[in-house]
């Protein structure tokens, strides 16, 4: 067997920007990075394609506690993958709130436009793939 030639990444250091024209750029995630892609203006070159490019951010977060604001993606849907733990996702739209229960292995879609957030009944990681352009958040 060859020897490799480079590392595999982590997807919790760094995120990849799927972009619409084929090609996947691994963005190197700072602590500044959420904060980055929330703003008018980001400093960094990697975050502002993802916020002007079309196409899907992958990421992978460890969840220890409820998010503490809905979010919603008004762009296009998000498919959201537990790998571990055990978290409900609360959907909230013109039929009121409605519940996916998500646990190890299972995962759920987001619809686009759909208000949503998260609570943890057992620590665990996820995976998210995001069409997240003009991502709107409020407090719960």
């Given at each position: 067997m060859a020897e490799p030639k480079q590392p595999g990444f982590d997807l919790r250091s760094?995120?990849?920007?799927?972009?619409?024209?084929?090609d996947a750029l691994q963005i190197e995630v700072k602590p500044t990075f959420w904060q980055e892609l929330m703003s008018d203006?980001?400093?960094g070159a990697d975050i502002r394609r993802v916020k002007r490019v079309d196409g899907w951010l992958v990421t992978r977060f460890h969840m220890a506690e409820d998010?503490?604001?809905w979010e919603m993606h008004p762009a296009g849907d998000e498919i959201l993958y537990l790998l571990s733990g055990a978290i409900d996702v609360v959907l909230q739209d013109e039929g009121g709130?409605?519940?996916v229960a998500l646990r190890a292995g299972t995962a759920c879609t987001v619809p686009q436009g759909v208000w949503h957030r998260m609570?943890?009944?057992?620590?665990?990681?996820?995976?998210?793939?995001?069409f997240g352009k003009g991502t709107q958040h409020r407090a719960v």
């Open positions: 760094t995120y990849l920007h799927l972009a619409d024209a084929g203006e980001p400093a998010t503490p604001r709130e409605r519940v609570i943890v009944h057992e620590p665990g990681d996820f995976l998210a793939i995001t």
